[in-house]
Protein backbone atom coordinates (compact mmCIF):
# COMPACT_ATOMS: atom_id res chain seq x y z
CA UNK A 1 0.00 0.00 0.00
CA UNK A 2 1.68 3.51 -1.30
CA UNK A 3 -0.26 5.24 1.30
CA UNK A 4 -2.24 7.22 -1.89
CA UNK A 5 -6.25 6.81 -2.19
CA UNK A 6 -7.96 7.42 -5.66
CA UNK A 7 -11.89 6.82 -6.07
CA UNK A 8 -13.75 5.37 -7.36
CA UNK A 9 -12.09 2.27 -8.30
CA UNK A 10 -14.28 1.53 -11.13
CA UNK A 11 -15.90 3.96 -13.26
CA UNK A 12 -18.32 3.07 -16.36
CA UNK A 13 -20.06 5.85 -18.33
CA UNK A 14 -21.39 6.83 -22.02
CA UNK A 15 -19.97 9.16 -24.50
CA UNK A 16 -20.28 12.53 -24.49
CA UNK A 17 -20.51 12.27 -20.26
CA UNK A 18 -18.31 14.15 -17.56
CA UNK A 19 -16.91 12.51 -14.74
CA UNK A 20 -14.63 13.47 -12.15
CA UNK A 21 -11.41 11.00 -10.56
CA UNK A 22 -10.06 11.81 -7.17
CA UNK A 23 -6.84 11.83 -5.51
CA UNK A 24 -5.85 11.98 -1.73
CA UNK A 25 -2.25 12.10 -1.76
CA UNK A 26 0.89 10.05 0.92
CA UNK A 27 0.48 12.23 3.73
CA UNK A 28 2.67 15.13 3.86
CA UNK A 29 3.04 14.55 -0.01
CA UNK A 30 2.72 18.38 -2.07
CA UNK A 31 2.73 17.25 -5.53
CA UNK A 32 0.34 15.10 -7.44
CA UNK A 33 0.67 13.65 -10.77
CA UNK A 34 -1.88 12.15 -12.42
CA UNK A 35 -1.51 9.28 -15.49
CA UNK A 36 -3.37 7.72 -18.21
CA UNK A 37 -2.69 4.27 -19.08
CA UNK A 38 -3.88 2.49 -22.11
CA UNK A 39 -3.14 -0.80 -23.84
CA UNK A 40 -1.75 0.92 -27.01
CA UNK A 41 0.45 3.52 -25.50
CA UNK A 42 1.61 2.88 -22.36
CA UNK A 43 1.82 5.07 -19.25
CA UNK A 44 1.27 8.88 -20.14
CA UNK A 45 2.26 11.99 -17.93
CA UNK A 46 -0.83 14.48 -17.73
CA UNK A 47 -0.37 17.16 -15.44
CA UNK A 48 1.56 18.07 -12.27
CA UNK A 49 0.44 20.05 -9.37
CA UNK A 50 2.53 21.20 -6.59
CA UNK A 51 0.93 22.72 -3.35
CA UNK A 52 -1.99 23.71 -5.38
CA UNK A 53 -0.59 25.25 -8.37
CA UNK A 54 -0.08 23.54 -11.68
CA UNK A 55 3.94 23.05 -12.15
CA UNK A 56 3.96 20.56 -15.50
CA UNK A 57 1.91 19.82 -18.11
CA UNK A 58 2.33 16.63 -20.12
CA UNK A 59 -0.48 15.27 -23.24
CA UNK A 60 -3.55 16.39 -21.57
CA UNK A 61 -6.53 17.07 -23.52
CA UNK A 62 -8.15 20.24 -23.56
CA UNK A 63 -11.14 18.29 -22.69
CA UNK A 64 -9.12 17.19 -19.35
CA UNK A 65 -8.65 19.38 -16.38
CA UNK A 66 -7.42 18.84 -12.98
CA UNK A 67 -6.75 21.20 -9.47
CA UNK A 68 -5.65 20.34 -6.71
CA UNK A 69 -7.14 21.81 -3.43
CA UNK A 70 -5.81 23.39 -0.25
CA UNK A 71 -5.89 20.23 1.88
CA UNK A 72 -3.83 18.90 -1.12
CA UNK A 73 -6.24 16.27 -2.87
CA UNK A 74 -6.68 16.56 -6.19
CA UNK A 75 -9.49 15.66 -9.08
CA UNK A 76 -8.82 15.07 -12.59
CA UNK A 77 -12.01 16.28 -14.46
CA UNK A 78 -12.26 14.24 -17.86
CA UNK A 79 -15.82 15.69 -20.14
CA UNK A 80 -17.38 14.65 -23.38
CA UNK A 81 -15.73 11.41 -23.37
CA UNK A 82 -14.52 9.32 -26.15
CA UNK A 83 -14.22 5.95 -26.43
CA UNK A 84 -10.74 6.22 -26.81
CA UNK A 85 -10.66 7.93 -23.43
CA UNK A 86 -11.41 4.23 -22.09
CA UNK A 87 -8.35 3.24 -19.86
CA UNK A 88 -6.39 3.42 -15.96
CA UNK A 89 -5.97 6.63 -14.41
CA UNK A 90 -3.52 6.63 -11.78
CA UNK A 91 -2.53 9.10 -9.41
CA UNK A 92 1.22 9.77 -7.95
CA UNK A 93 2.37 11.62 -5.31
CA UNK A 94 5.44 12.97 -4.58
CA UNK A 95 7.30 14.99 -1.13
CA UNK A 96 8.74 17.83 -3.50
CA UNK A 97 8.70 19.25 -6.91
CA UNK A 98 11.82 18.13 -8.38
CA UNK A 99 11.77 14.95 -11.16
CA UNK A 100 14.18 13.20 -8.90
CA UNK A 101 11.76 12.66 -6.05
CA UNK A 102 9.86 8.95 -5.87
CA UNK A 103 6.43 9.32 -6.97
CA UNK A 104 4.48 6.75 -5.76
CA UNK A 105 1.14 5.46 -7.50
CA UNK A 106 -2.19 4.90 -6.61
CA UNK A 107 -4.35 2.04 -7.16
CA UNK A 108 -6.23 3.45 -10.63
CA UNK A 109 -9.35 4.04 -11.47
CA UNK A 110 -10.41 2.13 -14.20
CA UNK A 111 -13.19 3.74 -16.69
CA UNK A 112 -14.66 2.09 -19.55
CA UNK A 113 -16.40 4.62 -22.04
CA UNK A 114 -19.58 3.23 -23.78
CA UNK B 1 11.00 13.86 -28.87
CA UNK B 2 12.01 11.80 -26.51
CA UNK B 3 12.42 7.61 -27.27
CA UNK B 4 12.90 4.72 -24.69
CA UNK B 5 12.74 1.15 -25.83
CA UNK B 6 12.64 -2.12 -23.74
CA UNK B 7 12.04 -5.51 -24.97
CA UNK B 8 8.45 -6.11 -25.23
CA UNK B 9 8.48 -9.93 -23.68
CA UNK B 10 11.09 -12.10 -21.82
CA UNK B 11 10.46 -15.28 -20.23
CA UNK B 12 12.85 -16.91 -17.19
CA UNK B 13 12.67 -19.65 -15.32
CA UNK B 14 12.21 -19.74 -11.55
CA UNK B 15 15.42 -19.25 -9.28
CA UNK B 16 17.67 -17.83 -12.49
CA UNK B 17 19.03 -14.35 -13.45
CA UNK B 18 17.26 -12.04 -15.68
CA UNK B 19 18.41 -8.75 -16.86
CA UNK B 20 15.87 -6.11 -18.78
CA UNK B 21 17.69 -3.65 -20.85
CA UNK B 22 16.36 -0.41 -21.23
CA UNK B 23 17.75 2.37 -23.87
CA UNK B 24 16.68 6.16 -24.23
CA UNK B 25 17.05 8.97 -26.73
CA UNK B 26 16.01 12.16 -24.82
CA UNK B 27 16.96 15.86 -24.27
CA UNK B 28 17.51 17.08 -20.64
CA UNK B 29 18.19 14.24 -19.62
CA UNK B 30 17.82 13.65 -15.35
CA UNK B 31 17.77 10.49 -13.92
CA UNK B 32 16.02 7.16 -14.74
CA UNK B 33 13.46 5.22 -12.52
CA UNK B 34 12.18 1.12 -12.32
CA UNK B 35 8.81 0.48 -11.46
CA UNK B 36 7.56 -3.23 -11.40
CA UNK B 37 3.54 -3.17 -12.20
CA UNK B 38 1.46 -6.43 -11.75
CA UNK B 39 -1.62 -6.79 -14.18
CA UNK B 40 -4.15 -4.09 -13.30
CA UNK B 41 -2.10 -3.01 -10.28
CA UNK B 42 -0.42 0.40 -9.54
CA UNK B 43 3.36 0.87 -10.64
CA UNK B 44 5.46 0.59 -7.38
CA UNK B 45 9.23 1.70 -7.11
CA UNK B 46 12.21 -0.43 -7.47
CA UNK B 47 14.81 2.01 -8.26
CA UNK B 48 16.38 5.25 -9.34
CA UNK B 49 19.93 5.94 -10.92
CA UNK B 50 21.12 9.41 -11.88
CA UNK B 51 25.21 8.78 -11.87
CA UNK B 52 25.95 6.30 -14.15
CA UNK B 53 27.28 2.76 -12.14
CA UNK B 54 25.42 0.13 -10.23
CA UNK B 55 22.60 -0.11 -7.54
CA UNK B 56 21.64 -2.93 -5.63
CA UNK B 57 18.92 -3.60 -3.71
CA UNK B 58 18.72 -7.00 -2.34
CA UNK B 59 17.52 -9.31 -5.49
CA UNK B 60 17.26 -6.56 -7.46
CA UNK B 61 20.24 -4.08 -8.84
CA UNK B 62 19.88 -1.32 -11.74
CA UNK B 63 22.48 -0.14 -13.59
CA UNK B 64 22.95 3.29 -15.48
CA UNK B 65 25.76 4.49 -18.53
CA UNK B 66 24.22 8.21 -19.25
CA UNK B 67 26.53 8.25 -22.30
CA UNK B 68 25.20 5.34 -23.38
CA UNK B 69 21.82 5.90 -22.99
CA UNK B 70 21.38 2.71 -21.62
CA UNK B 71 20.39 1.04 -17.99
CA UNK B 72 19.63 -2.14 -17.30
CA UNK B 73 17.15 -3.97 -14.13
CA UNK B 74 18.83 -7.46 -12.76
CA UNK B 75 16.66 -9.42 -11.11
CA UNK B 76 18.08 -12.12 -8.92
CA UNK B 77 16.90 -15.70 -7.81
CA UNK B 78 14.29 -15.53 -9.78
CA UNK B 79 10.28 -15.90 -8.01
CA UNK B 80 7.20 -16.54 -9.30
CA UNK B 81 5.51 -13.64 -7.66
CA UNK B 82 8.49 -11.66 -9.89
CA UNK B 83 5.95 -12.43 -13.19
CA UNK B 84 5.06 -8.60 -13.88
CA UNK B 85 5.75 -5.62 -15.86
CA UNK B 86 9.04 -3.86 -15.49
CA UNK B 87 8.71 -0.06 -16.38
CA UNK B 88 11.89 2.18 -17.21
CA UNK B 89 11.50 5.44 -16.77
CA UNK B 90 13.17 8.82 -17.57
CA UNK B 91 13.10 12.15 -15.63
CA UNK B 92 13.92 15.04 -17.79
CA UNK B 93 14.45 18.41 -16.72
CA UNK B 94 11.45 20.71 -17.19
CA UNK B 95 11.72 23.76 -19.38
CA UNK B 96 11.83 25.57 -16.42
CA UNK B 97 15.20 23.73 -15.55
CA UNK B 98 13.14 22.86 -12.15
CA UNK B 99 13.10 19.29 -13.12
CA UNK B 100 9.16 19.40 -12.68
CA UNK B 101 8.07 17.24 -15.81
CA UNK B 102 6.15 14.16 -14.72
CA UNK B 103 7.88 10.64 -15.94
CA UNK B 104 8.35 9.77 -19.08
CA UNK B 105 7.63 6.14 -19.25
CA UNK B 106 8.18 3.22 -21.76
CA UNK B 107 5.94 0.79 -22.59
CA UNK B 108 7.11 -2.23 -20.28
CA UNK B 109 8.89 -5.73 -19.82
CA UNK B 110 6.28 -8.42 -19.80
CA UNK B 111 8.48 -10.95 -17.56
CA UNK B 112 6.75 -14.21 -17.47
CA UNK B 113 8.80 -16.65 -14.59
CA UNK B 114 8.56 -20.53 -15.51
CA UNK B 115 9.24 -23.11 -12.98
Known amino acids: DSGVTQTPKHLITATGQRVTLRCSPRSGDLSVYWYQQSLDQGLQFLIQ???????AKGNILERFSAQQFPDLHSELNLSSLELGDSALYFC?????????????FGPGTRLTVL | GQNIDQPTEMTATEGAIVQINCTYQ??????LFWYQQHAGEAPTFLSYNVLDGLEEKGRFSSFLSRSKGYSYLLLKELQMKDSASYLCAVTLLGDSGGGADGLTFGKGTHLIIQP
Open chain 1, 92 to 104: ASSGGQGATDTQY
Open chain 1, 49 to 55: YYNGEER
Open chain 2, 26 to 31: TSGFNG
